[in-house]
């Protein structure tokens, strides 16, 4: 579906992509990284919304520097931060935008009254957009990707900002869409409830991917324990310590006054490459 | 899906209507307080110049006032146009589909227009009571607002194509919007400004559509020069707007 050769982007001497090589084929991919790794500068290359410094980028062996009219008719990308125009209605947002892709103003009101029916906001289909609550705003972005029918939608954090029900409420709507999706996150959870498949990105590089279980493989039977100005430590972040250590031993740890924790995607970022002892 | 066609070039007509009725139209109705803040300033200057000239100047502030509100509405598009681009990321939305920047450019322009309308309509209502217009002028005075439209609107786009962020968009249009519409011969008799002054003042279109209205209206010495000075500015505004507008970066 979307290949990606040696892919770099620099802002005049900073380097956002630093050679990404990276095949993407599954329903839903998750690109994780911390602010700064090059996710948005990815996800809007592969939008063709940016242009590469080099490297090369396939979508359904569409070229992304030769072909960019005929990737925008499979695409749709949600920018990071989107908002609807606060005194248009959703339904107004959904016509314009399959207008935008060519259909006719019946079927695109036929459309978008399907897709917002599906994300359960008909009784909100003519309210502006400015009344509407954080979440609603977002699903109508969903909407569009539903009625547009594209073959790969593009997210960029689609819940940031939002409390953990309207979170959540997104996430379902997501869940309904037919597209290959690939999103961005810093929200482990997210990347851990909707991926089949985890890219991690780190200072404009790939440096691991899988599934979630995967990903978690090296953490197995471990546990993460952790205390300001600890003694022991794999990582540090500010007087916090921060240490991997095998389950039997969390006793042990708890003792000597160390919090311990389970395991989740966040320790992927925490423990930032680290090689563990097994 | 088909798309329409406007003289060869490629417009998505349908997109650019409906976007010019939902945002234009809809907007006077959702949000009438802008309109009536965007004939305040005019309409102030009609009633200020009525009183102070007797009535003489009466149709320079007619003249004036259509053009002040079609150059300040245009302008304050660069306010919309870097807040849809840099906040709220709609145009994003549109550059990954297949729209083209001359749809989005033209959808943009013709809300701002629209927006303008009842404006329009108003001061050209005044133009035929006070015995200003005929039919052949209103076709002159539709042309120009047209060109006028087109020029500051792409200025709009280059403001908005330079800004990195936004917080100083509102203080930038509000600011040009007055030196456009006060400081140029919009209101006032273009001769009375001394030459080199109005040379300069020549850089923005609205001048020389001041110059060309005033003279072809018989209030002033009509300066056929005026025409395609204007026309050339507004093809090179189309053109940097075109290019300022930061498609596909």
Not at chain 1, 122 to 148: H, T
Request: glycine share 6%.
């Amino acid at each position: 579906m979307i290949s990606v050769n040696d892919l770099k982007k620099r802002y005049g001497n900073i380097h956002a992509l630093k050679g990404v090589t990276l095949d993407i084929d599954d329903k839903v991919t998750s690109i994780i990284g911390r602010n700064g790794a090059g996710k948005t500068t990815f996800i809007r290359i592969l939008s063709t919304q940016l242009k590469p410094t080099s490297g090369s980028v396939k979508i359904n062996d569409l070229d992304i520097n030769k072909d960019v009219q005929k990737i925008r008719k499979i695409i749709l990308s949600i920018p990071q931060e989107a908002q609807p125009v606060g005194i248009m209605t959703p339904l107004e947002h959904l016509e314009l935008y399959l207008l935008a892709r060519g259909y006719s103003l019946s079927d695109a009101r036929k459309e978008g009254r399907y897709a917002l029916e599906e994300l359960e906001m008909r009784d909100f289909e003519n309210v502006p957009c400015d009344e509407l609550s954080g979440g609603m705003k977002r699903k109508v972005f969903v909407a569009m990707a539903l009625a547009s029918r594209v073959e790969i939608v593009f997210l960029d954090e689609p819940t940031t900002g939002l409390d953990p029900l309207s979170r959540m409420e997104v996430w379902n709507s997501i869940r309904k869409l037919d597209s290959n999706i690939i999103l961005t996150t810093h929200y482990m959870e997210e990347a851990s409830e909707l991926s089949d498949k985890v890219v991690v990105f780190s200072e404009g590089k790939v440096v691991s991917r899988g599934t979630v279980d995967e990903l978690l493989e090296p953490f197995k039977d471990k546990v993460r324990v952790e205390k300001t100005d600890g003694e022991e430590y794999d990582v540090k972040i500010g007087k916090l310590s921060i240490k991997y250590v095998p389950k039997h031993m969390a006793q042990e740890y708890l003792s000597r006054g160390y919090d311990v924790k389970n395991i989740t995607l966040d320790d992927l970022f925490i423990s930032r490459g680290i090689t563990l002892e097994s | 899906m088909t798309f329409s066609y406007l003289g060869g070039l490629r417009l998505n007509l349908r997109f650019i209507l409906v976007f010019a009725y939902n945002y234009g139209l809809k907007f006077i109705k959702r949000g009438p307080s802008y309109l009536i803040a965007s004939l305040a300033l005019p309409l102030s200057l009609l009633f200020l110049i009525f009183i102070i000239s007797g009535g003489k100047l009466l149709p320079y502030a007619i003249i004036g006032g259509v053009l002040s509100i079609v150059t300040s509405n245009a302008i304050n598009g660069a306010a919309d146009a870097a807040f849809f681009r840099l906040q709220i990321r709609f145009q994003d939305l549109f550059v990954a589909s297949p729209l083209t920047k001359m749809d989005y450019m033209a959808a943009l322009t013709a809300s701002y227009f629209v927006f303008s309308l009842p404006g329009i309509v108003l001061y050209v209502a005044l133009g035929f009571i006070f015995h200003i217009l005929n039919l052949l002028k209103l076709i002159v005075l539709i042309i120009v607002i047209i060109l006028i439209t087109l020029s500051f609107t792409n200025l709009a786009f280059i403001i908005a194509g330079l800004l990195r962020h936004i917080r100083n968009v509102w203080g930038i249009t509000a600011i040009l919007s007055i030196i456009a519409t006060v400081l140029t011969p919009t209101f006032y008799p273009y001769f009375i400004i001394p030459r080199d002054f109005l040379l300069i003042l020549l850089i923005s279109p609205i001048t020389p559509a001041s110059i060309f209205l005033q003279g072809y209206f018989g209030l002033a010495p009509y300066e056929p020069i005026s025409i395609p000075i204007l026309i050339i500015e507004t093809i090179a505004l189309m053109i940097l707007g075109n290019i300022f507008i930061r498609w596909r970066e």
